[in-house]
């Protein structure tokens, strides 16, 4: 469980051949989350039927090393999905395993380690369809590892609507006409 804890030893509990201790001796535990995850959408916005790249960054914040750590990024909201093709890919070490399928509303990585203190990315290309806003999000407990240590937060992005715009251009060729002739 996430908090502080306080543990103490009374003079009276402890019994050595070196001797007593003369007072309380206490220290206290911190014990905190370690794994967080950050997202963002690359470009922030597109139009309808346009691609974008979601960035995953997990943290390790802890104090030693995580392995068979995932990410389960499975919350697309509708008119979202993993673009063909995917480029599915990741800066984590470890051997780790991917999961990107053109067309599908979530997308995995399983299997990396990370170091006390470390970030690492997984990334991948969606395809937005219909009217936007569109938003994506890793749910509590979505980045894990084998520590038992995930997410405490959910971790969301979300894909504005670019402004479509339409150029037209008009020419004559040639450029100079006269009078009665074809």
């Known amino acids: ?41 690359s470009p922030s916005s597109v139009t309808s039927g346009g691609t974008a790249r979601v960035r ?3 943290t390790n914040a802890s104090n030693g ?10 919350i ?12 599915a890919a ?30 690492c990315d997984f990334s991948f290309d969606v395809v ?7 938003s994506n999000t890793v749910p509590i407990g979505g980045v894990s590892s084998a520590q038992g240590v995930s997410n405490t937060a959910a971790v969301s992005a979300s894909l504005s609507v670019a402004a479509g715009s339409i150029n037209i251009n008009k020419s004559f060729s040639p450029v100079v006409v006269t009078g009665g002739v074809p």
Do not use: E
């Open 90 to 119: 990741t800066s984590c070490p470890g051997s780790p395993s991917m999961v990107a399928n053109p067309g599908a509303t979530s997308a995995q990585l399983l299997g990396a380690t990370l170091a006390a203190g470390a970030s």
């Open 56 to 58: 995953i960054t997990a």
């Open 1 to 41: 469980t996430l908090g502080s804890y306080l543990n103490t030893v009374h003079p009276a509990d402890l019994s050595t051949s070196g001797g007593t201790i003369p007072a309380d001796v206490s220290a206290t535990l911190n014990t905190t989350t370690g794994l967080s995850a950050s997202k963002a959408f």
């Open 65 to 74: 090393q995580l392995t068979n750590v995932g990410i389960n990024d499975s």
């Open 128 to 134: 937005a369809s219909g009217s936007g806003p569109w």
């Open 76 to 87: 697309f909201s509708a008119g979202l999905a993993v673009a063909n093709p995917a480029n």
